[in-house]
């Protein structure tokens, strides 16, 4: 099920595999670990798209591309995720990142609207561009594992559950084959007196 749900929730390896900001790579999309759907592989594509969400950098999506190529991961996942943030998140996201690394670099707050243009950059992104890119990088490390972390969990919980019901399946087969191994051993109700 946990394969099937994120089969249908990500791309076909054809239409990733010739979206043009990834044609460059070539032959390296040939690589068939980029395209597997398992445990490990959907949980570090999930770590590395996380990772890359969170970088206050242009075309996220090929960093998550060289990442999961150079890393043996899935794809179509890792790139995928990155739109986690997009033009109606990244605002909140890069002032949460500011806020955060302030903190932590101890450094007092400066006012600033977000307005994503030339002028803006030029001007403001000189005075915050250290805690943003610490606040950065520690909340793509955190999305990273949780998100490694959560898909870790849930795959083997879903193991978990098909190995159940697999049992319980056996166990009724069992207990049926036993109930007719029974009915076929004893005599019949009307020579059993004789």
Known sequence: MAKNLIKKLFPAY??????????FFGTLLQDPNLWHMNRR?????????????????????????????????NLPISVLLVWVSNPLTMP????????????????????????????????????????????SLIMSAVAAILGYLFIRIIWRLHIIRRLKEKRRRLLTLRKQHKALKKSHSEPPPDQRHH
């Open 41 to 73: 592989s959907v949980a570090n594509a999930f770590a590395v798209g996380l990772f890359c969400a969170f970088l206050p950098v242009p075309m996220q999506m090929v960093v998550a591309a060289t990442l999961a190529i150079i890393l043996r991961v």
């Open 92 to 135: 909140f996201i890069f002032f949460i990142a500011y806020q955060i690394g302030r903190r932590v670099l101890d450094e007092p707050a400066r006012g600033f609207a977000l307005t994503l243009d030339a002028q803006w950059f030029s001007e403001e992104l000189l005075f915050i561009w250290k805690p943003l890119l610490v606040g």
């Open 14 to 23: 054809q239409r990733v595999r010739h979206h043009p900001s990834l044609r």
